[in-house]
């Protein structure tokens, strides 16, 4: 069996494209790719920034054709439209790729965490439609453990790079628990919903929304269990607050020195404006007790620990390659495989014969018969465990076949098999 | 064998002080807990080591400078424990081992010293008054590092600087309460060292006053930090200014007690 990827992704596809081989739920497409006769198993990957199809097959040539097929006919796009975005890995390069996608270092941002959840559920949908197997299995949970080690040996995910995180990190900084603090969101934007959820992530249970229309607030209050707030509210609001976003498409700065002032009760207040124009006064920042973070300061801190993060990747390419052989090895054992299974029938077909023949005879009168079955299988056992040990090992080291050639010579495999075959 | 305990306790307490750093340095939480255990073993080896002092042959008097130190180190490693408990505060210990560690190794070097004897009518008084003048000492030193750590990591945020050390350093938060706990505990003990100082006095001289400059700089650190506590409670004195009282605060009453008190 060959692993056979094709996809495309966020270095290869405008984002026109990757929206068009968007899917929901690759079921039904999973089902038909696996009802092919050239493919085995498949994993359908699909998120907002890669497409791609992993299948174990036999017949290679026949299952990228039919693979290219699906790509350009079955999800909708136009053919010939793909053929310049679409990468091809195999065997080798195949797992490799794998393991550097669900270790987010193929990631648009390198080290984000979301992609190993992402990997996970579309095992799982493959795994539900019934077109997993044995070898995309051992595959995929081997990708899982390599993200895994990937995210507790190196720093590759350690430094916030989104917008929300770093705020959220720097909130730590400030407050000693972010649980209990009051946290004020001023606009609704999709910037104050990530904000929110990254928030709430963290651990801060109240917050409350504040928008110019509250319908807005609303809405965005609902789904996060926050409460919703005109305007007008801002001061009394702010006096009650240890962490205050916005995001407003205001003209003038509606946090000033005034407001702030009006409402400033004993602690320390976290403010970050990620509007622009600003929305906060940046002479608040002078108040001792306030801490004001404005776009730029929060963009120049994720842009800088991006570039950490892609500099830390070094250490996780090395634990990237170290699976990969591990991989390879277990895959390059499955060549013993059917040897072993040979090997193994061959030895009880002649063990089975030789007791039932021994227990006809007289001498053997009055013996056990199940005593006679288990001391010939221990001895079978262990004649063979030496040989058995010597091919997986000979196997695994990918040398040449010449030590799985000499043990079908010596134990007679093919003319066992070439006998079976006859009768 | 106190002297031993001493020196095996300075060591504990520089080790820890390495990890502290070393952690710091790395952004390894495990470093990090490893120099809070060894600093907690080394807090052990201290009382052990304050506690073998009455072994010598004859036990130097708690007035005495090095056993002071001893005790104020214990006191301090110990509060500094206690206080890790209730608050995020391991990073701190990248200042407290330094510290613990010269306080144990003056300790180990000056140990047995030649003291003075008590009179026997004023030593309760003595022994009170550097008991609790030392334990105020101890806290209210913690204070001045909370403090200290406060003024750094408050400049570093304010300035938008690269937050390399984030996850080691405790939070303006942690610092601040650490900062205003360490100062209510210390402060009456300063206090009560203070009383029972003058009852000292009166018990030796017969007068409440004996006019030496230790005791009028000793007066004027407590009237700095009387003034400081009502800043800090009554008037609601903001976090950094509160950390810069108690670092300089700290400062006057290190020099009245340890500058003052060893050249008088």
Not at chain 1, 171 to 180: C, V
Not at chain 1, 234 to 262: H, Y
Not at chain 2, 61 to 69: F, M, R, S
Not at chain 2, 89 to 117: K, M, N, Q
Request: proline share 4%.
């Amino acid at each position: 069996m060959k692993i056979l990827l094709l996809g495309m992704s966020h270095r290869t596809a405008p984002l026109e494209l990757r929206e068009r081989l968007a899917m929901g739920d690759p079921a039904q497409s999973l089902r038909d790719l696996v009802a092919c006769e050239e493919i085995g198993e498949a994993v359908v990957f699909s998120t907002c920034n890669r497409f791609e199809v992993v299948a174990a097959t036999g017949s290679p040539a026949a299952a990228r054709q039919r693979l290219r097929a699906f790509l350009n006919r079955d999800l909708g796009a136009d053919s010939g439209d793909l053929t310049e975005h679409v990468y091809e890995h195999t065997d080798g390069a195949a797992v490799r790729h794998v393991l550097r996608v669900a270790s987010s270092l193929d990631s648009m941002v390198v080290g984000e965490s979301q992609i190993l959840g992402q990997t996970k559920d579309a095992w799982q949908r493959s795994v539900d439609c019934g077109a997993s197997g044995p070898l995309l299995g051992r595959l995929f949970q081997h990708a899982f453990s390599t993200a895994k080690r990937v995210r507790t040996e190196t720093k590759v995910g350690e430094r916030p790079v989104s917008v929300a995180r770093v705020a959220v990190d720097l909130a730590k900084q400030i407050f000693e628990d972010l649980a209990g603090k009051q946290a004020l969101l001023v606009g609704a934007g999709e910037m104050i919903e990530a904000s929110l959820e990254a928030l709430r992530n963290a651990g801060l249970d109240a917050v409350r929304v504040a928008n110019r229309t509250p319908e807005r607030a609303v809405d965005l209050a609902a789904r996060f269990a926050a409460t919703a707030h005109g305007l007008d509210e801002l001061p009394e609001l702010l006096k009650r607050s240890d962490v205050v976003l916005t995001c407003l498409a205001s003209p003038r700065p509606i946090v000033t020195p005034e407001v702030i002032g009006k409402s400033r009760r004993r602690g320390p207040l976290f403010v970050i404006d990620i509007g622009v124009p600003r929305n906060v006064d940046s002479s608040i920042g002078e108040i001792d007790d306030v801490y004001l973070y404005d776009i730029d300061d929060l963009s120049s801190v994720a842009e800088e620990n991006s570039e950490k993060r892609r500099r830390e990747t070094a250490d996780a390419e090395a634990i990237v390659d170290e699976e990969c052989g591990r991989f390879d090895g277990w895959l390059a054992a499955l060549r013993a495989v059917p040897t072993i299974r040979e090997l193994r029938e061959n030895a009880e077909t002649l063990r089975a014969a030789e007791v039932e023949r021994a227990l006809r005879r007289p001498e053997f009168d009055g013996a056990s018969p199940e005593a006679i079955e288990q001391l010939t299988r221990a001895i079978v056992n262990k004649i063979l465990h030496a040989p058995v040990s010597r091919l997986r090992r000979e196997a695994e080291s990918e040398s040449d076949a010449s030590c799985l050639e000499a043990a079908r010579v010596l134990f007679a495999l093919d003319d066992a098999a070439a006998g079976a075959e006859e009768e | 064998m106190s002297v031993q305990l001493h020196e095996w306790t300075a060591a504990l307490y520089l080790l820890a002080g390495i990890a502290a750093w070393l952690g710091l340095a790395l952004r390894s939480r495990q470093l990090e807990r490893v120099s809070v255990l060894i600093l907690g073993a080394g807090a052990v080896l201290n009382v052990a080591a304050f506690a073998m002092l009455h072994q010598l042959d004859p036990p130097p008097p708690l007035t005495d400078l090095p056993t002071a130190v001893s005790f104020t180190t214990c006191v301090g490693a110990v509060f500094f424990l206690i206080l890790l408990g209730w608050s995020k505060l391991a990073g701190l210990t990248v200042l407290v081992a330094p510290v613990a560690f010269v306080s144990a190794f003056y300790a180990a070097l000056e140990i047995p010293h030649a003291a003075a004897p008590v009179a026997e009518a004023s030593a309760p008084w003595a022994h009170a008054h550097v008991m609790l003048a030392s334990a105020g000492l101890a806290c209210l030193g913690m204070s001045g590092m909370a403090g200290l750590l406060f003024l750094v990591e408050h400049r570093r945020i304010k300035a938008k600087r690269p937050l390399d050390f984030r996850f080691s350093l405790p939070s303006l938060e942690a610092l601040d309460r650490v900062n205003r706990a360490s100062v209510a505990v210390g402060f009456p003990l300063l206090t009560l060292g203070f009383v029972t100082g003058l009852l000292w006095v009166h018990a030796v001289y017969g007068t409440w006053i004996a006019g030496g400059r230790h005791e009028a700089w000793l007066a004027l650190a407590w009237i700095v930090y009387a003034v400081l506590i009502g800043v800090r409670f009554a008037l609601r004195q903001g976090a950094r200014s509160a950390a810069l009282s108690a670092v300089v605060a700290f400062g006057f009453l290190a020099f009245a007690v340890i500058g003052v008190g060893i050249s008088s």
